[in-house]
């Protein structure tokens, strides 16, 4: 079991920075993917970034140049560093890991962050 704990949410106004940050704990050992989800009111969850053990990233092509996914190399935290925030990235952000233990895959979701945007 893997437990995501999203901080870093809140109210900023449009052209700002936030960072978000994911603590994982349990069996960290066995996560081999990061990734943040968003979801606006009324529309799908969607994938925001993705990080992988050996660092490659996925970005979606609408925050390539204005977000950066990270992670702690000690294997139980993530960031996402959003910089020059619009009122369309206003979501709640989601925490996502992928593990493997005894060859079967797991997706563990944190319970989200709130960031809302003001023009």
């Known amino acids: 079991q893997v437990y995501l704990v999203e901080s870093g949410g809140g109210l900023v106004q449009s052209g700002e920075s936030l960072r978000l940050s994911c603590s994982a704990s349990g069996n960290i050992y066995s996560i081999y993917e990061w990734a943040w989800y968003r979801q606006a009111a009324g529309k799908e969850r969607e994938l925001v970034a993705r990080?992988?053990?050996?660092?490659?990233?996925d970005r979606v092509e609408n925050v390539k140049d204005r977000f950066t996914i990270s992670r702690d190399k000690n294997g139980n935290m993530c960031y996402l560093q959003m910089n020059t925030l619009t009122p369309e990235d206003t979501a709640v952000y989601y925490c996502?890991?992928?593990?493997?233990?005894?060859?079967?895959?797991?997706?563990?979701w944190g319970q989200g962050t709130q960031v809302t945007i003001s023009s």
């Open positions: 990080m992988d053990l050996r660092d490659n990233v």
């Open positions: 996502n890991v992928q593990s493997l233990r005894s060859g079967r895959g797991y997706t563990y």
